[in-house]
């Protein structure tokens, strides 16, 4: 045979097998939804439900002065970090309320409290927070003390003859935060981008050893064994054929969810966050790969690709930075192809950088995919030896 | 050599006639789909009635139901008298039941131990200690299992798991023996062992059983029988009763050329199969002579060789009676031939290939040869190395020692070659279920290297040649089995190799499908001069074979024609004969004292070798008949290759245990 009649039957053998991985994968309905429901609602859910920032906390108040000062420390606690759920004839009911739930906070605000404040008293007033929900409850513990702090200052330096909020001629050291890359802090921007790369990561292992496997289960595998498909040319469209759908699934996601809803910045090239999103999948395929050759049937893969996963979603950096680890798990997660796809994700997302800035994590991540890819394709054909 | 029209099931009259179980117008239903569609049945006490019938025929469904496990949509199950219509009714017949579920050790725990896996099930039933252990010793020492007490049941072999689900099933002797196709997969010698261990308990106990199986061939050992195609009873009663359904007779000849032969005798039968270079078709003609007759006459100059005439088996009547119902065989065109280069030298050539795993020996220097346009059949057990042969020789495992040729293609050095030359069919028939019909041939013409053009030209073969008009678009999980392995084939074919490999492709499959599935391999051997090797442990479709290998333990044992095969062995151990008495049970007993070695229970009749048959049938009628044995006839059978296959191979177990003897002493 030429060489090109050669090369136009290599191309014929990995188009036809992967039409037979696409076609096989569509038909597989449960899959199907739960890989549509992991790039759309999914994301939407995750980017609009997980909140540490404060937002609508109930606030109850007591109010036994009802006076031109307690009315204004009351209208400071506004939306969107506040919500006021009514006034309180009885502090006690105030318990009961909380208990219920229905309200985060009940604010005591004493009698002669506008009285003490003119007259230069100092006086006090009581925060009951419920921190059932903790990083809602401390941060509205937080937010009240600043805001009860503010009002105090401002009310001295009214005392002390200057007027609003001018503070230029009293000396004062002012703590000001400026947020590089996302100044308003819009955390549904980090959440649904750490959200879409866990579904990525899941969806990279496990489609390709599913399929895998499932040929293994059915027996298919022994027919594409004597027929004169080499591994890879079994192997490979099979990893084609699911990286197209989870880039495809990517798209949706990110132009269809993240985009229009959560305005989710591209600061930086599509084309080459696509690019190295295929990379990044092709070399956590080769985990699945891997997977799929130590384990028997669907249950068992599923269960691998969990143990094997979990670690690495939860190491890599996305549900903490990478900094605040011990230096081992640092040096494992080097291993983790996922830990250079979060600074290369954001990185072009938010910061809008390039290769430029990104060419040390592509390098690790292309020689690590080989390596990985390398060892599962080992694996994939001695098991048949 | 015809049975006289004496009662078989006299045995039972002289015992009660106590109704175990009677059905009626049972109806199971699978959301839409009709599994069981109005069986009517009854069981009396002490019998073995056979269920029969292929994958899907609705036989699990009605076991299930009986047993109480399932429910059902109409119609009426009474066990013992009890009507099982709920839970609670099922709770109160249980204790009097066994049920041994389908599937190879399916009720056992893998990682218990022989010994653990009975006492777990003893003591579920609550049988006495006392009790159990007399049982066990019993039921270990008839299986030939005691041996092997403390081995866990995942290493046991697939014969041996049977026997123990068996024993668990029957360990507290329950009144009522449900098994679900028990010798599915088993090997013919394991096969005999369960059917004489199965018929003793029934025999000593009192007990009924109700067993299924996919074997036509094991029709005759029932005492009665219904037969289950797509839901519904064809027939039932006696093997003798449903016999006398289709009268007629099984005209078998050689004859040459064998493809003209087939069409000029196909005019008058529907029912023509060939069995390598013998003809066997089915003549409505009851009297021997006028079937041979019409046979000859149909062939007009071609003149028929060796010709036979014998009454037909359960498997023939049971093809006639789907034939009947189903209007006609399905017809498939062959499509023209399409003229390939010829073909020189061997198909096969496999020449002392040694494979071991580990220090366990799998294959142990096995030599054959398979010419172009020869079908040979690699018989044996699981386990005894069929497959490993196989995989050696397409180059799936590099093998240990030896040589193998495959379509002129040296199997060590040009594996890549061999790969492209061959087609390869295998039990499960390896077809994507999710693809349709088109799908699949699509993908294995592209895998093969095909380009657009040659893809369509083959695909219209395919399906004209495998019959599946119509089915085209169909997803091929949704295929019947029988179309679903003919699709398979043509996937084998898709790139028209010159030699065929089929690893048991026959499992599950209806008789009518698998013998359409035969027509199509002998006309590709036949015209298109294609080399197959074939794996089965269906003994009857052997028959089909030209060449036979038998393997065991790794080695061919026995080598030839199915015909020369069936001579060697009556030429050593004789011509079969078959008994038939009122009191089968003390008959054998008395007849295996007497020395009749190799008797054994067929049905209600005794099976027994004989190289004297005139003077061994009348010593046995003075031992049986000075014991009040009545004998009602003595005929003489053809062998099966079933009982080719059980001789050959305890004869090397024999042999095995002499040079073991030997060595020890």
Redesign the interface.
């Known amino acids: 045979m030429r060489v090109s009649d050669r090369l136009?039957?290599w191309c014929?053998?990995i188009?036809?097998?992967t039409?037979?991985e696409l076609?096989?994968l569509f038909?597989?309905i449960p899959l199907m939804a739960f890989l549509i429901y992991s790039f759309t609602l999914s994301v939407y859910v995750t980017g609009n439900g997980i909140q540490t920032q404060l937002k609508n906390a109930g606030l109850l108040v007591s109010d036994a002065d009802r006076s031109v000062s307690s009315r204004e420390l009351i209208s400071r606690f506004h939306s969107p970090y506040f919500r006021f759920d009514g006034e309180l004839t009885h502090p006690n009911e105030g318990f009961v309320r909380l208990d219920r739930g229905g309200s985060m906070m009940v604010l005591d605000i004493p009698t002669r409290f506008h009285e003490a404040l003119v007259s230069g008293e100092s006086t006090a007033v009581q925060l009951f927070v419920d921190t059932t929900n903790s990083p809602q409850g401390l941060s509205a513990a937080g937010y009240a003390a600043r805001i009860v702090g503010q009002f105090s200052q401002e009310l001295i330096m009214t005392r002390n003859g200057q007027t609003g909020s001018s503070s230029t001629t009293v000396p004062m050291i002012l703590s000001d935060h400026r947020v590089w890359f996302n100044q308003d802090q819009n955390e549904t921007w980090f959440e649904s981008i750490s959200h879409l790369l866990r579904m990525i990561t899941i969806f990279a292992v496990l489609l390709p050893a599913a399929a895998l496997v499932r040929e293994k289960e059915?027996?298919?595998v022994?027919?594409?064994?004597?027929?004169?498909?080499t591994p890879a040319q079994i192997m490979l469209p099979k990893v084609v054929a699911m990286t197209l759908v989870i880039l495809g699934a990517t798209a949706v996601a990110l132009f269809g969810v993240m985009l229009p809803v959560f305005s989710v910045p591209i600061r930086g090239s599509v084309a080459l966050l696509f690019l190295l999103t295929a990379l990044f999948i092709v070399a956590t395929a080769g985990i699945g790969v891997f997977a799929s050759t130590v384990t028997k049937n669907q249950a068992q893969v599923g269960m691998m690709t969990l143990l094997v996963v979990a670690p690495m979603l939860l190491l890599s950096g996305i549900f903490t930075p990478l900094e605040t680890m011990p230096v081992w798990v640092r040096y494992l997660m080097a291993l983790s192809p996922l830990r250079y796809f979060i600074e290369i994700a954001t990185g072009i997302l938010l910061k809008g950088i390039g290769l430029e800035m990104l060419w040390s994590q592509a390098l690790s991540m292309l020689a690590l995919g080989v390596s990985l890819f390398g060892f599962g394709m080992w694996r994939f054909r001695r098991q048949?030896? | 050599m015809r049975t006289g029209a004496s009662s078989q099931y006299s045995a039972l009259n002289s015992q009660h006639f106590d109704t175990v179980v009677s059905v009626s117008g049972f109806v199971k239903r699978y959301k839409k789909h009709v599994a069981v569609q109005g069986v009517d049945m009854e069981i009396l006490k002490g019998e073995i009635y056979g269920l029969i019938g292929p994958d899907g025929a609705g036989k699990s469904s009605l076991m299930k139901a009986i047993a109480g496990v399932l429910t059902y949509d109409e119609g009426t199950v009474e066990v013992f008298g009890t009507l099982v219509d709920s839970e609670r009714a099922a709770e109160r017949v249980k204790q009097r039941i066994g049920f041994l579920p389908q599937g190879l050790g399916l009720n056992l725990y893998p990682d218990l131990s022989v010994e653990e896996n009975i006492d777990f099930f003893a003591r579920l039933r609550l049988v006495p200690e006392r009790d159990l252990i007399e049982r066990k010793t019993r039921l270990l020492a008839m299986t030939r299992l005691d041996k092997f007490r403390d081995r866990a049941m995942k290493n046991l072999s697939g014969g041996m798991k049977q026997k123990l689900g068996l024993i668990c099933t029957l360990i507290h002797e329950p009144e009522l023996a449900i098994l679900d196709e028990p010798t599915t997969g088993v090997d013919p010698v394991s096969r005999r062992d369960f059917w004489s261990i199965l018929a003793e308990l029934l025999q000593e106990k009192g007990m009924t059983a109700l067993v299924s199986t996919a074997y036509m061939d094991e029709a005759s050992r029932f005492h009665r029988l219904s037969f289950l195609s797509s839901g519904k009873v064809v027939a039932s009663g006696s093997p003798t009763e449903v016999q006398a359904l289709v009268p007629g007779s099984m005209v078998t000849f050689e004859a040459t050329p064998q493809l003209d032969a087939i069409a000029r005798v196909k005019t008058g039968s529907r029912q023509v199969e060939a069995l390598g270079p013998l003809l066997r078709v089915f003549r409505e003609e009851t009297v021997p002579a006028a079937a041979a007759q019409a046979i000859t006459l149909s062939l007009g100059d071609i003149t028929p060789l060796h010709l036979r005439v014998d009454e037909p088996e359960l498997e023939d009547v049971f093809v006639a009676l789907l034939l009947r119902q189903a209007g006609q065989l399905l017809s498939t065109e062959w499509p023209p031939v399409t003229v390939l280069p010829a073909n020189h030298g061997l198909a096969i050539e496999a020449k002392g290939l040694v494979r071991d795993f580990g220090t366990f020996r799998a294959v142990d220097r096995v030599s054959f040869q398979v010419k172009p346009g020869e079908i040979f059949g690699l018989l044996g057990a699981n386990g005894a190395g069929k497959t490993t042969v196989i995989k050696m020789l397409?180059?799936?495992?590099?093998p240990t020692g030896g040589e193998g040729w495959v379509a002129g293609a040296e199997m060590k050095t040009a594996g890549?070659a061999i790969?492209?030359r061959?087609g390869?069919?295998?039990?499960?028939f390896?077809?994507?279920?999710?693809?349709t019909v088109v799908?699949n041939i699509?993908?294995?013409?592209?895998?093969?290297?095909l380009?657009a053009n040659a893809t369509d030209q083959r695909l219209k073969w395919i399906v004209s040649m495998a019959g599946l008009k119509g089915y085209e678009s169909s997803l091929t999980s949704r295929l019947p089995m029988g179309v679903r392995q003919r699709l398979a084939l043509g996937c084998a074919l898709v790139h028209q190799p010159r030699v065929l490999?089929l690893d048991e492709p026959t499992s599950g499959v209806d008789p009518i499908g698998r013998r359409h599935f035969w027509d199509i391999l002998s006309r590709l051997a036949r015209e298109e001069g294609v080399g197959i090797l074939i794996t089965t442990h269906y003994m009857s479709e052997a028959e089909h074979c030209d060449h036979l290998a038998l393997m065991y333990a790794g080695r061919i044992v026995a080598e030839g024609s199915p015909g020369d095969m069936k001579r060697q062995v009556e030429k050593e151990a004789g011509q079969l004969l078959e008994v038939a008495t009122d009191q089968p049970g003390q008959a054998l007993r008395r007849a295996t004292q007497a020395g009749f070695s190799g008797a054994a229970l067929f049905g209600t009749k005794i099976h027994l070798l004989s190289l004297d048959p005139p003077q061994d049938e009348a010593r046995l009628r003075t031992v049986l008949s000075s014991d009040g044995v009545h004998v009602q006839d003595v005929l003489i059978r053809p062998l099966s290759l079933e009982d080719v296959f059980v001789y050959r191979v305890m004869l090397v177990e024999r042999q095995e245990q002499a040079t073991v003897k030997g060595a020890a002493a």
């Open positions: 136009t039957v014929r053998r188009a036809v097998m039409r037979k076609l096989q038909r597989d059915r027996g298919t022994e027919q594409l064994l004597v027929s004169p498909l048949f030896q | 397409t180059g799936i495992t590099p890549g790969k492209e061959i390869y069919m295998s039990q499960a390896s077809l994507y279920l999710d693809l799908e699509r993908l294995f013409a592209g895998i093969y290297g380009d490999f």
